[in-house]
């Protein structure tokens, strides 16, 4: 029978641990031996895989094959959350395969100093996101009522002709619709303040369509934020007051505590990249 | 606030922003290949399509997807 390819799948980085002779956890193909390969204090967090499940026939294969994504994106965060319970890491992105356990002791090797910077830099910090909605049809119900223009232009209305009360009708829509799209970008731009204040960096993101999130609103604010663990409380605290404090439409999201996914650069890039 | 790991739905799309980047990569002595990355995006529209979102991914079509970065 042909022998099968073994590859080294790289979860994340960390330091080196005792912790890891214990490791009981599922990563990618259901493997459920995770190692770390070490080099000097340094260690990259690995299981072995089938080459030929990552090889293009295969791959095509198993990409379009939701089950087999799902379960594989999350034996890969399963991995690194465990890992970053009791200590920093820096989690690599999905799907880094090294052929030879050398290549993945160069990968260490070469990138010794920087990786001991980073772990420094981000321990006791996790990454959390927090993702903000507008309603905008119930934002706009809102302003309605409390704007004083347009309690004028309404009371108008309902003494004018149909012909004048029509442009009239429009413009309250048009003053509407202004008001509604500035106060959006206030709140978005206070909520990441607000955030920020609480977190050691913090990154925005593009915001996702209706058809990706599924909601009737708009998302207004996709933030994820770095959090050092003494602060953890504070900024949750914020989210909750925020979550029963505002109203005018709106919703909020937080979700965490993620890897630093956010907040790595990986030398790998630059690697493939040569 | 439970572990991303643990609830579906968003944060499961959370994931996908967060893990899948460029395609899987082989990084060895003679192998480098970077998949295709409308690869990616078809796996992306099977894992969303069980994500409760089939009927809007249906109308939307995939180019929102590109979305997730």
């Known amino acids: 029978m042909e022998r099968r390819k073994k590859g080294f799948y790289i979860y994340c980085v960390a330091g080196v641990d005792t912790f890891f002779e214990e490791l009981k956890v599922e990563g990618i193909g259901r493997s459920m031996k995770v190692y770390p390969i070490e080099y ?5 967090v690995v299981s072995d895989v089938d080459l030929d499940d990552f090889g293009d026939t295969m791959l095509e294969r198993n990409l379009s094959d939701s089950e087999w994504l799902e379960s594989n994106l999350r034996g ?20 880094i395969i090294f052929s030879a356990e050398t290549r993945v002791k160069e990968l260490l090797e070469q990138n010794y100093d920087e990786f001991k910077n980073l772990l420094n830099k981000l321990k006791d910090k996790r990454e959390w996101a927090i993702k903000v909605y507008c309603n905008i049809e119930e934002l706009k119900r809102a302003l309605r009522k409390s704007n ?16 004048a009360a029509y442009f009239l009708t429009k413009q309250v829509e048009d003053i509407l619709s202004k008001e509604a799209d500035q106060k959006v970008v206030r709140y978005a731009e206070e909520f990441c303040r607000k955030f920020r204040e609480f977190a050691d960096n913090s990154t925005l993101s593009p915001l996702w369509s209706r058809e990706i999130t599924g909601k009737d609103a708009d998302m207004i604010l996709n933030a994820t934020y770095l959090v050092d663990a003494k602060k953890e409380n504070l900024f949750l605290s914020i989210f909750q007051s925020f979550k029963e404090h505002v109203d005018d439409g709106l919703m909020f999201e937080c979700t965490g505590p993620w890897p630093p996914y956010n907040f790595v650069s990986l030398p790998v890039r630059r690697i493939l990249d040569d | 606030m439970t572990s991303p790991a643990q609830s579906r739905d968003i944060t499961l799309l959370e994931l996908l922003d967060r893990i899948l980047d460029r395609g899987v990569i082989i990084i060895g002595d003679v192998t480098i290949s970077v998949a295709d990355v409308d690869l990616i995006f078809l796996g992306l529209k099977l894992i969303l399509t069980s994500v409760e979102t089939a009927e809007r991914m249906r109308q939307g079509g995939m180019e929102e997807t590109v979305g997730l970065q």
């Open chain 1, 40 to 44: 000097g204090d340094v260690c990259a």
């Open chain 1, 76 to 95: 890969h965060e399963n991995v690194i959350e465990e890992v970053m319970r009791n200590r920093a890491v820096i989690p690599f992105k999905f799907g």
């Open chain 1, 148 to 163: 004083a223009k347009i309690n004028e232009l309404k009371e108008e209305i309902s003494k004018k002709s149909v012909g």
